[in-house]
């Protein structure tokens, strides 16, 4: 996958990688989102916690940055720093989407979010479309955070990678953030998709006949909102 440079531990699949950010503060915010004695509001706020790292680590290499020159207190300096003039789109996956996204404006200096509500039927595990606020067109070129904590089945995620591509996004374009992956949707997602970039706090091996992943952490969006 040609366009994740930084892969601080990468698990590959065929052509595909999987970033898992090799950091002692990814592995204690997953742990406090797996421990099922945590109470709502904590939740919530460590998947927001979690989500801004693994912004930080998806973007990394990633951003337009402009040289200029400004001055400090004490003289003259030539800086390097992000272009405010390209935006990076968060898109959220409805619910659970936006506590993991919670925290990306207080790391990107310049974001427009979009947000995308799905849901998954308990029967057929098929995702829905209840809520549809992307934009007609995103820009050429610009970048887009795809945030889904569950990477389950793949369905949901597969569904609105559609979506995105539907108003002119290529996959070079988009990454996608996840708390937890496991294999059903890494290999959906690389079937449909070569090329993407998933960046994701933990990878489990094991989805139950109800779509959810073992260990994992349960409902992500009940978990957070407390219904």
Known sequence: ????????????????????????????????????????????????????????EATRDWLLTVTREIQSPMGTAVVESISEMEPVMIIPILRAGLALADLATSILPSTRTFHLGMARDEETLLPSVYLNKLPDRFPKGCHILLVDPMLATGGTVTAAVDLVKERGAEISQIRIISAVAAPPALKKLNLRFPGICVYTGAMDQIVNEKGFIVPGLGDAGDRSYGT
């Not at 990468?10 to 503060?25: E, N």
């Not at 989102?33 to 912004?55: M, N, Y």
């Open 1 to 56: 996958m040609e366009n994740c440079n930084h892969e601080p531990t990468a698990v590959s699949m065929d052509s595909f990688k999987v970033v898992v950010p090799a950091h002692p503060l990814i592995s204690h915010w997953v742990s406090v989102l797996r421990d099922r004695s945590t109470p709502s509001h904590a939740f919530k706020s460590a998947l927001g916690e979690l989500g801004r790292l693994l912004i930080y």
